[in-house]
């Protein structure tokens, strides 16, 4: 089976591409380059064009006509940049989306599996979450998926469009064949930052925020191995049209789905998972939480589990294994 892959060179596009091809399917790739490294695409079909080129779209299409379905992944995702900079995020995430996914409707191409984010929910008193759970969007990163959610829901509705919005928590670790991983010199989120230090390139690790109401006061997240978060991609495009018919809450041809490992992991234990992995102490300075920052979420995934037959294999300690071995190969492999 043939699937397109927007932002096939980024982390997470990268990693659903090799776990398509391990599975015995043909993953086409098309990326700018904006921010995913060629060296991420490999030896796959390349098209290096915009998302919203519809010329290249008509001609990848032209080319594959037997392209089962289209895995929209590429965005801008660095949350401060979307603040001081929302012009470019809500161009590229909101206005481009709207153009590839019209272009994907006028072609007859209706199948879209949306790269959606866990940072659009509120936050609730149990810190767990379902597909019902109330949203809000607090960056303009999140209102970006918040509002693409809204817009694929109308396309489905009105252009023929079917669509599952695909929810991700907190994806960590790399391909556990090290092919690919995070690609950012410089990551800005809690994994990054431990890799960082633990490979001697930064010397402190700031734990941002313990007043929260949470059972340790730090933040609450649900941590997934990107391995997992791609295989739930596949089996997404494999079970399409069924999550689709069971899926959805009425008449329109879209569904949403959380995608996370149910269990909610405080950022004091996630850093006391990481030195037991890494197997040294991290040196870490308190410090007060950052403008925007939330107490967090975990996911409840029945819905993936019932729809998609998934739920997570790999554990926390897995995807810390993998980040780890990954920052030891990355410089070699991106330069
Ligand atoms: N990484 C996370 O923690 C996380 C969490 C939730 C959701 N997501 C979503 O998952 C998706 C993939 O994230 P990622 O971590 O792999 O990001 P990434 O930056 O590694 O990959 C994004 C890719 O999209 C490409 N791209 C961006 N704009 C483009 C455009 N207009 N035309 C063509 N290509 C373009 C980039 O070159 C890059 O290769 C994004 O939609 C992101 O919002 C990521």
Known sequence: MKVLITGGAGYIGSTIAS?????????????????????????????????????????????????????????????????????????????????????????????????SSAAIYDVVPNFMVNEESPLKPLSPYARTKYMMEMVLKDFCKAYGLKAIALRYFNPIGADPKLRTGLHVKNPSHLIGKLVQVALGKEPVFHLTGVD????????????????????????????????IAEGKSDDTDYTVINLGSQQGVTVKEFVAAFESVYGKKIPMEIKPARPGDIAGAYANADKANRLLGWKVEMTTADGIRDALRWGEVRDQILG
């Not at 079909?45 to 379905?69: M, N, R, T």
């Not at 949470?214 to 079970?239: C, E, F, M, P």
């Open 19 to 115: 776990a398509l091809e391990d599975a015995g399917h043909t993953p086409i790739i098309l990326d700018s380059l904006l921010t995913g490294p060629k060296a991420f695409v490999r030896d796959r079909i390349f098209y290096q064009a915009d998302i919203a080129d519809k010329v290249a779209l008509k001609q990848i299409f032209q080319d594959h006509p037997d392209i089962f379905a289209t895995i929209h992944c590429a965005a801008l995702i660095v949350v401060p940049d979307s603040v001081s900079d929302p012009y470019n995020y809500y161009i590229d995430n909101v206005v481009k989306s709207m153009e590839l996914f019209k272009t994907l409707a006028e072609l007859n191409h209706p199948r879209v599996v949306f790269s």
């Open 212 to 243: 929260w109401p949470t059972r340790d006061g730090s933040g609450i997240r649900d941590y997934l191995h990107v391995w997992d978060l791609a295989q739930a991609h596949l089996k997404a495009v494999l079970n399409f049209d069924k999550a």
